[in-house]
């Protein structure tokens, strides 16, 4: 569904966006050095790792660089339609 977005921040733009879609990498990394120890599938996680719930897309506003999850934009573009 196509939804019209409006940036929450400048509030001006509603046109010029950066769509980041999200790649979620579950890994275990050594606290001391940062060297990766464990990659490990969703299906598989230990049990003191939780899986990643947070949203697929991302959107960039163009013009003044706010990130937020799309609903943000897309609650503001609702909001403010034109």
Do not use: W
Not at 53 to 67: D, F, T, Y
Request: hydrophobic residues 25%.
């Amino acid at each position: 569904m196509n939804t019209p977005y409006c940036c929450p921040n400048c509030k001006t733009n509603r046109s010029r966006f950066n769509i980041i879609k999200q790649d979620v990498q579950s890994v275990k990394m050594d606290p001391r050095t940062g060297d990766l120890l464990e990659e490990y599938a969703s299906e598989q996680l230990s049990p003191f790792h939780l899986a990643y719930n947070g949203p697929e897309k991302r959107v960039q506003c163009a013009s003044c660089g706010l990130i937020e999850d799309e609903k943000t934009f897309i609650k503001f573009g609702e909001k403010n339609n034109v």
